[in-house]
Protein backbone atom coordinates (compact mmCIF):
# COMPACT_ATOMS: atom_id res chain seq x y z
CA UNK A 1 0.00 0.00 0.00
CA UNK A 2 3.49 2.03 0.04
CA UNK A 3 2.74 2.64 -3.40
CA UNK A 4 -0.55 4.37 -3.26
CA UNK A 5 1.66 7.26 -0.92
CA UNK A 6 3.20 8.56 -4.10
CA UNK A 7 0.64 10.38 -6.53
CA UNK A 8 -0.54 11.93 -3.27
CA UNK A 9 3.01 13.20 -1.96
CA UNK A 10 3.91 13.87 -5.63
CA UNK A 11 0.49 16.00 -5.98
CA UNK A 12 0.91 17.95 -3.12
CA UNK A 13 4.19 18.55 -3.63
CA UNK A 14 3.14 20.33 -7.42
CA UNK A 15 0.46 22.03 -5.79
CA UNK A 16 2.52 23.49 -3.25
CA UNK A 17 5.19 24.84 -5.59
CA UNK A 18 3.33 26.24 -8.93
CA UNK A 19 1.25 28.82 -6.81
CA UNK A 20 2.23 32.04 -8.52
CA UNK A 21 4.90 34.00 -6.91
CA UNK A 22 3.24 37.25 -7.54
CA UNK A 23 0.69 35.69 -5.14
CA UNK A 24 2.62 35.31 -2.63
CA UNK A 25 4.51 38.80 -3.08
CA UNK A 26 1.18 40.55 -2.67
CA UNK A 27 0.52 38.11 0.32
CA UNK A 28 3.74 39.45 1.33
CA UNK A 29 3.28 42.98 0.69
CA UNK A 30 -0.21 43.03 3.21
CA UNK A 31 2.01 41.52 6.16
CA UNK A 32 0.96 37.93 6.59
CA UNK A 33 3.19 35.65 7.82
CA UNK A 34 5.02 32.56 6.17
CA UNK A 35 2.27 30.39 8.74
CA UNK A 36 -0.56 32.42 7.09
CA UNK A 37 0.37 32.61 3.30
CA UNK A 38 0.60 28.85 3.25
CA UNK A 39 -2.53 28.36 5.44
CA UNK A 40 -4.36 30.77 3.61
CA UNK A 41 -2.76 31.18 -0.23
CA UNK A 42 -0.63 27.86 -0.94
CA UNK A 43 -2.64 25.25 0.76
CA UNK A 44 -6.48 26.37 -0.73
CA UNK A 45 -4.42 26.92 -3.87
CA UNK A 46 -2.86 23.60 -3.51
CA UNK A 47 -5.82 21.47 -3.37
CA UNK A 48 -7.26 20.56 -6.55
CA UNK A 49 -3.52 18.80 -7.70
CA UNK A 50 -4.06 17.45 -4.19
CA UNK A 51 -7.12 15.80 -4.43
CA UNK A 52 -6.09 14.69 -7.75
CA UNK A 53 -3.41 12.74 -6.12
CA UNK A 54 -5.63 11.23 -3.49
CA UNK A 55 -8.54 10.30 -5.51
CA UNK A 56 -5.69 8.15 -7.93
CA UNK A 57 -4.52 6.67 -5.08
CA UNK A 58 -7.49 5.55 -3.67
CA UNK A 59 -8.32 3.98 -6.93
CA UNK A 60 -4.66 2.62 -7.11
CA UNK A 61 -5.64 1.01 -3.74
CA UNK A 62 -8.64 -0.77 -4.97
CA UNK A 63 -6.67 -2.40 -7.60
CA UNK A 64 -4.02 -3.31 -5.92
CA UNK A 65 -6.41 -5.18 -3.50
CA UNK A 66 -8.44 -6.87 -6.55
CA UNK A 67 -4.90 -7.83 -8.04
CA UNK A 68 -3.64 -9.12 -4.36
CA UNK A 69 -6.02 -12.55 -5.24
CA UNK A 70 -2.87 -13.53 -7.44
CA UNK A 71 -0.94 -14.24 -3.74
CA UNK A 72 -4.29 -15.55 -2.28
CA UNK A 73 -5.56 -12.91 -0.22
CA UNK A 74 -8.70 -13.77 -1.13
CA UNK A 75 -11.76 -10.48 -1.93
CA UNK A 76 -13.09 -9.61 -5.20
CA UNK A 77 -10.26 -10.70 -7.06
CA UNK A 78 -10.69 -14.22 -6.46
CA UNK A 79 -13.61 -14.10 -7.81
CA UNK A 80 -12.33 -12.10 -11.12
CA UNK A 81 -9.46 -14.78 -11.60
CA UNK A 82 -11.81 -17.54 -11.16
CA UNK A 83 -13.93 -16.29 -14.07
CA UNK A 84 -11.14 -15.75 -15.63
CA UNK A 85 -9.48 -18.98 -15.55
CA UNK A 86 -12.75 -20.84 -16.26
CA UNK A 87 -14.31 -19.05 -18.72
CA UNK A 88 -17.41 -18.14 -16.62
CA UNK A 89 -18.79 -14.66 -17.74
CA UNK A 90 -21.00 -14.59 -14.76
CA UNK A 91 -18.15 -15.29 -12.02
CA UNK A 92 -16.04 -12.61 -13.84
CA UNK A 93 -18.77 -10.31 -13.43
CA UNK A 94 -19.71 -11.11 -9.74
CA UNK A 95 -16.10 -9.91 -8.70
CA UNK A 96 -15.82 -7.11 -11.75
CA UNK A 97 -18.67 -5.12 -10.83
CA UNK A 98 -18.06 -4.63 -7.60
CA UNK A 99 -14.54 -3.41 -7.71
CA UNK A 100 -15.90 -1.03 -10.35
CA UNK A 101 -18.37 0.27 -8.21
CA UNK A 102 -16.24 0.83 -4.97
CA UNK A 103 -13.67 2.56 -7.91
CA UNK A 104 -16.84 4.77 -8.92
CA UNK A 105 -17.48 5.34 -5.05
CA UNK A 106 -13.93 6.57 -3.96
CA UNK A 107 -14.10 9.16 -6.87
CA UNK A 108 -17.31 10.71 -6.22
CA UNK A 109 -16.49 10.48 -2.19
CA UNK A 110 -13.08 12.73 -3.07
CA UNK A 111 -14.72 14.79 -5.85
CA UNK A 112 -17.72 15.91 -2.97
CA UNK A 113 -15.42 16.18 -0.39
CA UNK A 114 -13.12 18.83 -2.55
CA UNK A 115 -16.08 20.72 -3.83
CA UNK A 116 -17.24 20.96 0.17
CA UNK A 117 -13.36 21.91 1.41
CA UNK A 118 -13.09 24.16 -1.88
CA UNK A 119 -16.62 26.04 -1.92
CA UNK A 120 -16.02 29.35 0.29
CA UNK A 121 -13.25 30.04 -2.58
CA UNK A 122 -14.47 33.21 -5.00
CA UNK A 123 -14.38 31.91 -8.45
CA UNK A 124 -14.28 28.60 -8.53
Known amino acids: ?9 KNTYIGLSSIDPQLIDYAKGIGLTDWQINRHIRLPNAYPPMFAGIKFAAILANSIA ?8 GGLGELVFEGLISFSTERLMAGALPAIGVALFL ?10 LTSGRGGE
Open 1 to 9: MLRALLPIV
Open 66 to 73: ILTAIIGS
Open 107 to 116: DVSFTALEKR
